[in-house]
Structures are given as C-alpha cells and as structure tokens.
C-alpha cells in the first residue's frame, strides 16, 4: 500500500526516491519529502509489521531534515 505525502506528518509536497527496507522483523518505507516547515528536503520514514502495509509514520512528528 503507498503512503502519501500526506502520511508523513510536516510534510508538504512531493514524496519521491522511495524503498522499502526490512528491518528488525518490520518492513520501513524511506523517501525523500518536501518539509512542510524548514524549506528544502527530508526523509520520511514509514513503519509496516508486514511488507503489504500499511505502514504508519515512524516518527509521528515532521521528517527528519537533510539539508
């Protein structure tokens, strides 16, 4: 099941460069986002028990920044 830009809490446009992860018996679902308060891109993280989802925002807080 795909997220949404709108999945990723702070998030504001755009969600591009995705793949999905296992890890630690999860499947995570990493991709580069617009931040929705700091301008310039951040990664959004969602956490899935099963590789069919639906994976739930990691972080439940605005993405991590990278720039």
Known sequence: MPLKVSDF????DDAWASQVLARNGQFCWC???EHGSTPGQAIGVGVADNAAGPPKNARGSA???ID
């Open 63 to 65: 993405p991590a920044c």
């Open 9 to 12: 809490t702070g998030a504001k």
């Open 31 to 33: 991709a580069a986002v």
